[in-house]
């Protein structure tokens, strides 16, 4: 498969819930529980980190496919807390695009100043 497009995986997304109508719908009220769900995988990727460590995850192919799909269960719930909160591909992309071109001009100066007290 190649690289998917956001717009792609919203759309997997959209034909689960389809598929599962019992699942809460993609509205703004359920938005916190998609996001709680996504802290809750992105631990599931911390634990393999911190279980298995580095090298097994680039050296070991059991390790590596659990935790790309680890991954990848953090993306299906971001996506769908994006989803439930109605955000476009097209304008996650924007903002995307606008902070990496912000975080590209950055110092190094600047962020230490930022976090002074």
């Not at 719908?25 to 634990?47: K, M, N, Y």
């Not at 990848?72 to 995307?96: L, N």
Request: glycine share 4%.
């Amino acid at each position: 498969m190649s690289d998917l497009k956001i717009s792609d995986m919203l759309n997997y997304q959209k034909d689960l819930l389809e598929k599962h109508p019992e699942w809460h719908p993609h509205t703004p009220d359920f938005g916190r529980s998609s996001l709680l769900w996504t802290v809750d995988e992105i631990g599931e990727v911390i634990a393999i980190i911190k279980k298995k460590g580095e090298k097994a995850i680039m050296e070991n192919p059991h390790v590596r496919a659990h935790f790309v799909e680890e991954c990848s269960d953090v993306m299906m719930y971001w996506i769908d807390m994006m989803d439930c909160f109605g955000i476009t591909p097209e304008e996650f992309s924007e903002a995307y695009e606008k902070k990496a071109t912000s975080n590209l001009s950055r110092t190094w100066d600047e962020i230490e100043t930022m976090y002074e007290d």
